[in-house]
Each structure stands twice: as C-alpha cells, then as structure tokens.
C-alpha cells in the first residue's frame, strides 16, 4: 500500500468542504498556519492532507448586511486590525486582534484560526463571544450556525467531530451607543501569551442606567463565557465607582465558581476584579482612579 | 510538488515534498541561508521575508502555500553595485549589527515598517520590529538605524546642495 501524504489548495468554499470530506484520511485545513505549522514544529499534529483555504474568496469577506457584520473565516489579525467596518462598528475585533502576536503573526493567522484552535487563552474569542457572534459551519453532516461559546466549548459536540470547517462569523451590529473595551495582561506588550484578558462591552439608556452589558474575561475560563453575575449587577443600575467595586469583586466570585481555586488565582482574582473596574470606567465614562 | 513563484523579481520552478516550510524550501533546497532559522515556531522573527508586501515568518509559511505569490528574501536587498542596500548601510552605520543572526529578519521587518510609513516615529517602529527578537543590541541602535534610512531616502528624495548619488542612495530592490 502506498499512503499519500499531500496538499491541496482549494479555490471555493464548495471545494474546500469537498476537500475536506472526500477523503477518509487525517485531513487538516491550513490558512495562516500560524498555530499548526508551530505545533507541528514540535511533532504535536500530523495530518495526511491539508487544505489550504487562505486563497478562497468567500472566506475572506468582511461585509455588513440587514444589520449583521460578515466576517470570514481567512480574515487575518491584520486586515481585522485596518478594516474600517471593523474599526468602526466592532472596534472590540479590532482591539483583541491587534493585541495578537507580531506584525508577522497578524499579517498570516486568521480570525478562523484563532477560534478553531479553540486556546482558553486565545485573543479573539472572548471579543467574538462578547459580540455575541455565531459562526457559519461545515461538518460531516451539514452545515450550521453555531454560537461562539459553544464551538469553543472544551466538552462541546462540536469539538469531537472528525472536522469542522469554518466559513464565517455574523456580528448582530452594535447599537449606536455601544462602548467596548478590550484588555490584555501579558508578561510583554509583543508576542505575549494572553495571562488574562477581558472583553466588554456596554450601554447607557437615556437616564444614565446600564441598558446592556457584556463581560466575558479571557485565559480565565476554559472556554470564554458571559460572566452573567457580573452582568446582573450592572444592568439598570446607574454607573458609580461603588457599583464598579461591587461588579470586580462579583467577577472574582463568579471566576474561583468556575475554575476553583488554582495556583493563578490569587493573582487572578485580584486582575480580573482591576480589569473589570478599568472597563466600567472606560465605557461608562468614570474618571479613572490611580 | 511542482510549482512556481516570484523569489526577488525571479521566476522560480520547484519539484519539493508537499510538506516542507518555506524556510527549509529558502535555505535548505535553494541554498538561499541569509533567511536564519531561530526559533521555528513564529516567535524570534529571524527567518522574517517578505511575501506579497508583507512580512511574515517563513517557518509558519508551508512551501506550497507561495505558489504564484513573489517574495523578497534579504538577498533582494543589495544595492545596484552588490554592496550593501541603503537599509543594510544604515544598520552598519548606526551599529545595529552584533552578532548579526536577527539582522536579516530585523532588515525585512524594517522595510514593510518603512513601505508603510515613509517617516515613521519611535512607536512605529517598535511595533513594527515587536516580532524580531535580537539578544545583542537591546534594540535601541537597531531602532535608530531604521530612522537614519528614512532619513536618508527622504534627503535622496528631497535633495539639497549635492544631487550626486553616493553610497547612502542606493535603494531597496523590490
């Protein structure tokens, strides 16, 4: 028996799902190769065929229609980073993406990369769960939209399929006067393995009470998830340094419920109380205390 | 597999496994050893080329993943006699090279800075050059020598009194 080991570029997404499926041996897509030519590297994958679907044009569309943002799966952290769509109605995409790597990292790894690795610690998932972003799925048997959180989930379905390729993400386009943040804590400013990061985003109703809010901390979970607590209590309260106290400390909580108590969490429980404070200040315009 | 790309304005044809790197592709088969193996895994930015306008890590870059693209690796850099381009000169000049292993990368890094601000700050700069590691200089030489090429390009551009080209003139082949 002879075994091929090969690659293939695909032209179409058509094709690449053809790729993937026709064949019933380890096939892996490739885009940016940013984490899969590491990993293999260091002898951690193998594959038999991979499929390169960086050329594939439907995979690289950034578009916003009937109030959704389409964001394909071969964008890269560069083009996530300049896009004015992005910038201006995601900036949270923006920030978690310029925050990934080095020029050379952000100009090959793609958006689809980042969440289909899957990292507790990868930079743009806790911004696309923030968003409140799905994404566009093929598998063996079909094709779906899938919540971020759930494509990420570590027990989730969705992690035990032979393959899922992914097409693109929607983004329900944030109302006018939305607010986000997005902060890392990395041990250097480059090249940095997120230590912990939080995405937010946030919004005023006419009488100054939080009408919405979204907090999802990176590196801390392990998948990034709403940290829902957090979230009751912002929402309908009017935006005081007491209530951001309150909101850190609740994240604490809501983080040692979820994770218990680990070796990071006496430095984590602290951060992820600093970052959520920071956030609140920043998106809901307290002055910021030193 | 077969296939062509565009390695320093030349057409290139080869016949390599489907799995190799573009950085084993670079120095292993086309003997071309001024892109450096560092790390391997994207993070010392050493086997830094530039591919399609952008620079990337050629160890993170499968070889068949650049066919029909063009490529500039630092052997497109010299300057028309053969010395030095006017990047490589000014990291001469403001002693940005020791050990000289990150230079290359370092000089690549520097040129898509540069490409994309023609009078960049201190800031840009830096996170422009943030994916190339260099355990020697600490940095600060290698910054400054990047600021004394757009300085020059732009005096080359703007001339002054003396309009004859010398040695600081000479300009990054692309």
């Known amino acids: 028996m002879i075994k091929h080991v090969g690659y293939v570029r695909a032209e179409s997404w058509t094709e690449a799902v053809h790729m993937m499926a026709a064949d019933q041996r380890v096939c892996r897509p490739l885009a940016g190769g940013t984490d899969l030519l590491a990993l293999a590297h260091k002898g951690l994958v193998t594959w038999d065929l991979l499929v390169d679907i960086s050329q594939v044009a439907e995979l690289r569309v950034v578009a916003e229609e009937s109030g959704m943002l389409r964001v394909g799966a071969a964008v890269t952290h560069a083009t996530a980073c300049e896009h004015p769509l992005i910038r201006n109605r995601i900036p949270l995409l923006a920030s978690a993406c310029r925050a990934i790597g080095s020029p050379q990292i952000r100009n090959r790894g793609t958006i689809g990369g980042n969440v289909g690795n899957a990292a507790a610690c990868a930079d743009a998932v806790p911004a696309l769960v923030c968003l409140d972003a799905s994404a566009r799925v093929a598998t063996p048997d079909g094709e779906y939209d899938v919540p971020i959180a759930d494509l990420v989930c570590p027990s989730g379905r969705w992690r035990q399929l032979p393959w899922v390729l992914i097409r693109e993400f929607s983004v329900p386009t944030p109302l006018p006067d939305t607010r986000m943040a997005h902060f890392k804590i990395g041990r250097r400013q480059a090249q940095a393995i997120a230590r912990l990061s939080l995405a937010f985003l946030g919004r005023l109703d006419d009488d100054g009470r939080v009408a919405e809010a979204r907090v999802v901390p990176g590196a801390c979970t392990p998948s990034p998830q709403r940290f829902d607590r957090v979230e009751a209590v912002l929402l309908g309260a009017k935006v005081t340094e007491a209530l951001a106290q309150e909101a850190g400390r609740v994240g604490s909580e809501q983080m040692i419920a979820i994770t218990g108590r680990r070796w990071s969490t006496r430095y984590k429980s602290e951060a992820i109380s600093a970052l959520i404070e920071r956030s609140i200040r920043l998106v809901f315009g307290l002055p910021e205390v030193m | ?174």
């Open chain 2, 1 to 174: 597999m077969v296939f062509t790309f565009y390695l320093n304005a030349q057409p290139v044809t080869v016949d390599v496994p489907p799995d190799i790197t573009l950085l084993a592709l670079l120095r292993e088969h086309l003997g071309l050893t001024g892109t450096k193996c560092g790390c391997g895994v994207g993070e010392c930015g050493a086997c830094s080329i530039i591919l399609d306008g952008e620079v990337v890590n050629s160890c993170l870059v499968l070889a068949p993943q650049v066919a029909g693209r063009s490529l500039l690796t630092i052997e497109g850099f010299s300057g028309v006699d053969g010395g030095p381009g006017d990047l490589q000169q000014a990291f001469i000049d403001a002693g940005a090279v020791q050990c000289g292993f990150c230079t290359p990368g370092m000089i690549l890094a520097a040129a898509a800075v540069l490409a994309k601000h023609p009078h960049p700050t201190r800031r840009e700069i830096a996170d422009g050059l943030a994916g190339n590691l260099c355990r020697c200089t600490g940095y600060q030489q290698i910054i400054e020598a990047v600021q004394l090429a757009a300085r020059r390009r732009t005096e080359v551009a703007e001339p002054s009194e003396q309009a004859v080209p010398d040695a600081e003139s000479r300009t990054w082949k692309n």
